[in-house]
């Protein structure tokens, strides 16, 4: 027997993803429950930021070795002047220029 797939006319998630429904114009309840995040722009963001500093470092950040979470932390330790931990696991299929990347923000080692 074969059943047809409903999928979400606005995300595209399918009717077999656990806890989906579907309204008459085939939205999810997962689009229809979705809440867009408020945004409180820089400088409420910079005072979030530099309301609490750790002992060593003030932020974790995770490192794909591409360039949105070099950015990333590019933005932290440069822009936000925020002690840095860049973490990232290195998986046998990581390519060799997100390797490069990563070794790049090493030579960053902050003062």
């Known amino acids: 027997m074969n059943e047809t797939v409903q999928i979400c006319s606005r995300c595209l998630l399918p009717n077999t993803y656990p806890g989906i429904e579907f309204n008459e114009q085939g939205i999810?309840?997962?689009?229809?429950?979705?809440?867009?995040?408020?945004?409180?722009?820089?400088?409420?963001?910079?005072?979030?930021?530099?309301?609490?500093?750790?002992?060593?470092?003030?932020?974790?950040?995770?490192?794909?070795?591409g360039k949105d979470s070099c950015y990333v932390a590019y933005l932290a330790k440069e822009k936000f002047n925020l002690r840095t931990l860049a973490v990232c696991y290195d998986f046998p299929f990581l390519v060799d220029l997100a390797r490069q990347n990563v070794r790049t923000l090493e030579s960053w080692k902050q003062d």
Not at 30 to 49: D, M, N, R, W
């Open 28 to 65: 999810c309840n997962h689009c229809l429950e979705y809440k867009k995040p408020q945004l409180l722009g820089e400088a409420a963001f910079s005072e979030k930021i530099n309301s609490k500093h750790g002992n060593k470092y003030d932020c974790v950040v995770g490192i794909s070795g």
